[in-house]
């Protein structure tokens, strides 16, 4: 497809338990961000990369959250030792162009529902 | 985190009624941005404004950006089933470099046929 995608679309995790959720932005895309989004709250700047340099990562809550996008494609967030305020759908989205353009549109991913029992 | 004071929080309204929306912030931005979110998808753009004061249509939406950069509305006129979700606003402000948004909590519109 032409979109973000993202997978799984549902992870259950028990508490402690390490896991990886993994976006891929669209063709070509230079810029991608990471989002969480709590349940009925609005989503929240994690991370942003611009190719494969991580250039804000003001937005993580804690040193347990790690991204990387090693070759500027494909994006991998990663929690270790899960907690349950860690439940929430995080959000991938892409851009095609970097700095602040006013065409510069996110495209969003369906998201990742992350539980942590 | 800081997020845009968007309210109502929630709308029940019965099919072809007009409906508005707004968001308000203590910080001035300079893009205002309206997303519609169905379930279990990701937010979809409708609308973005980029000037203070500027009124931009698409359909059956309108928006403004308001002239003190502090706040916008959206109004969709004509209510279809279609337009069941929620909407979310969100801002850019300036210099802050990448895209980073900050958005609303959230208006979900409930539609009566």
């Known amino acids: 497809g032409a979109g973000v995608s993202q997978s799984p679309r549902y992870k259950v995790a028990k508490r402690g338990q390490d896991v990886a959720l993994r976006c891929d932005p669209i063709s070509g895309h230079v810029s991608l961000f990471w989002y969480q989004q709590a349940l009925g709250q609005g989503p929240e700047f994690l991370t942003y990369f611009q190719n494969e340099a991580q250039l804000d990562k003001s937005g993580l809550p804690s040193d347990r959250f790690f991204a990387e996008r090693p070759e500027g494609s494909v994006s991998t967030l990663k929690i270790q030792r899960t907690q349950q305020e860690d439940s929430a759908v995080y959000l991938c989205a892409s851009s095609l162009e970097r700095g602040l353009t006013s065409s510069n549109e996110q495209f969003f991913g369906p998201g990742t529902r992350l539980t942590v029992l | 985190g800081q997020q845009l004071n968007q309210s109502p929080q929630s709308m029940f309204i019965q099919e072809g009624e007009d409906v508005s929306m707004n968001c308000t912030s203590s910080?001035?931005?300079?893009?205002w941005l309206w997303y519609k979110q169905d379930p279990g998808e990701g937010p979809v753009l409708l609308i973005a404004?980029?000037?203070?004061?500027e009124l931009t249509s698409n359909g059956r939406l309108t928006a403004q950006f308001g002239i003190t950069r502090k706040d916008s509305f959206l109004n969709i006129s004509a209510s279809i089933p279609s337009d069941v979700g929620i909407y979310f606003c969100?801002?850019?402000?300036?210099?802050?470099?990448?895209?980073?948004?900050?958005f609303g909590q959230g208006t979900r519109l409930t539609i009566n046929p």
């Open positions: 404004l980029y000037k203070a004061g």
């Open positions: 969100a801002g850019l402000r300036p210099f802050q470099g990448a895209q980073k948004l900050v």
């Open positions: 910080s001035i931005f300079n893009t």
